[in-house]
């Protein structure tokens, strides 16, 4: 299995080697900030979360849940087309003449049985767009998107047990990683149901997914990373004996808690990486001792603009 920390667009080192020239500058910016920022940040981000929250109450746009991509050995890109809804809830200045850059970050790889996961989001420089979760049945020779688009959200690491069920983490984003919650899945990924972490009367709701894991189809350990602006208890432990679909507040503190699974992680079989001369995300198998390029998905999207009048939501 594999993670990639998603905090902010191109949030890992490698990642900035693929943004497009004259954004690695703003790349490096963004993963400093995703670093420092603290609770100074996380006042100074509110100015956006009204918009936001405007825009979350809207049901995703251009969700193609089922449309097929196919797979021609070329990098894939993922069909993307902006709203006036992602344009006002993002708070994005974008025109037809200096069209907002979008962009594409798969964080984690992975199979259930015989279907390949990758889990992401789409993004444009400096706000979250929206969650994607991918999936192929064929081996990667096409793919479709196996969960609707979350808006504001992205996902994290994939946890899988067995050939049925699986688990992803995510965290809405905007305007700053809060209301973090678990994607499962108990048939295969043929469809999956959305777990918040945090209880409706919570106090802090900042925070993302450190890191999770399941003994078995019910009981799961999970920590949460308040923040370096939380003060007091950043870090918390939860667990839960229904297969994720309640979470208990176990232990709160001011240090990392640290957690050891009962029995290590199978090894990686999937991982993804950043290319730079390609642009793209290339998905990997291994067999043995080699590792093998199954699918490439392009960077960078179509870009943000205002719909024409004659297609306006």
Wanted: glycine share 8%.
């Amino acid at each position: 299995m594999l993670q990639v920390a998603v905090l902010f667009p191109f949030s890992k080192k490698s990642h900035c080697k693929v943004a497009p020239k004259g954004y690695q500058a703003r790349c490096r910016v963004n993963r400093m900030l995703a670093q420092r920022i603290g609770f100074i940040g996380v006042l100074t981000a509110l100015w956006s979360a009204l918009a936001f929250a405007q825009g979350a109450a809207t049901p995703p746009a251009d969700t193609p849940a089922k449309a097929l991509i196919g797979n021609d050995g070329t990098p894939m890109l993922l069909p993307f087309r902006c709203t006036n809804d992602d344009i006002r809830s993002a708070g994005l200045s974008c025109s037809d003449e200096a069209p907002c850059p979008i962009f594409l970050e798969i964080a984690s790889a992975d199979a259930l049985g015989n279907t390949i996961l990758l889990a992401g989001n789409i993004h444009s420089e400096a706000v979250t767009l929206y969650s994607v979760l991918l999936s192929s049945d064929d081996n990667g020779h096409t793919w479709q998107e196996a969960y609707d688009r979350i808006r504001g959200a992205g996902l994290d690491h994939i946890e899988y047990l067995g050939n049925d069920t699986a688990w992803i983490s995510g965290q809405e984003l905007v305007p700053l990683p809060q209301n973090p919650f678990l994607l499962s899945t108990t048939d295969g990924g043929k469809s999956w149901r959305v777990h918040d972490v945090l209880s409706e009367d919570a106090d802090l709701r900042f925070g993302s997914v450190q890191q999770f894991f399941f003994t078995n189809k019910d009981n799961g350990t999970l920590i949460v990373d308040h923040g370096a602006g939380a003060g007091g208890d950043r870090y918390a432990l939860y667990e839960t004996q229904d297969g994720g679909n309640t979470w208990s507040l176990k232990q709160a503190s001011a240090k990392p808690i640290p957690v050891k699974r009962t029995t290590p992680p199978p090894a990686a079989d999937w991982r993804v990486r950043a290319d730079a001369k390609m642009k793209s995300y290339i998905v990997e198998h291994r067999a043995g001792t080699r590792w093998t390029a199954v699918a490439a998905f392009l960077v960078k999207l179509d870009a943000c603009k205002p719909p024409e009048p004659s297609k306006l939501p």
